[in-house]
């Protein structure tokens, strides 16, 4: 059974930073890519970023690019990504998600089905 666990998340002020964290486990999670997702209630789900199985490659939305950095530890089965100059408008739930298909990475925004993402963080950006 695929379980990704979010964590960091949390309440910063506006220009702060945060680390997300994502445990991963049921799976051979180096095989994998990964994306980070957010939503904020009764709005739709905006990608931000995703990496491949290896962590060499990397891809951002044009809204958090330069902001945010996605990495991977595979050695500790953990996805991170790291939030900097954070604005209003990054408050949102942000999930992890895993590819469906074992080696497939694609270099554009894409989220995969649901039954791939983690429970979810808060990140409230507000002074």
């Known amino acids: 059974e695929v379980q990704l666990v979010e964590s960091g998340g949390g309440l910063v002020q506006p220009g702060g930073s945060l680390r997300l964290s994502c445990a991963a486990s049921g799976f051979t999670f180096s095989a994998y890519a990964m994306t980070w997702v957010r939503q904020v209630p009764g709005k739709g789900i905006e990608w931000l970023s995703g990496?491949?199985?290896?962590?060499?490659?990397?891809t951002y939305a044009d809204s958090v690019r330069g902001r945010f950095t996605i990495s991977r530890d595979n050695a500790k089965r953990t996805l991170y990504l790291q939030m900097t100059s954070l604005k209003p408008e990054d408050t949102a739930v942000y999930y992890c998600a895993r590819y469906p298909t074992a080696g497939a990475y694609y270099r554009q925004p894409y989220n995969p089905p649901r039954d791939n993402w983690g429970q979810g963080t808060q990140v409230t950006v507000s002074s």
């Open positions: 990496i491949s199985s290896s962590g060499y490659s990397t």
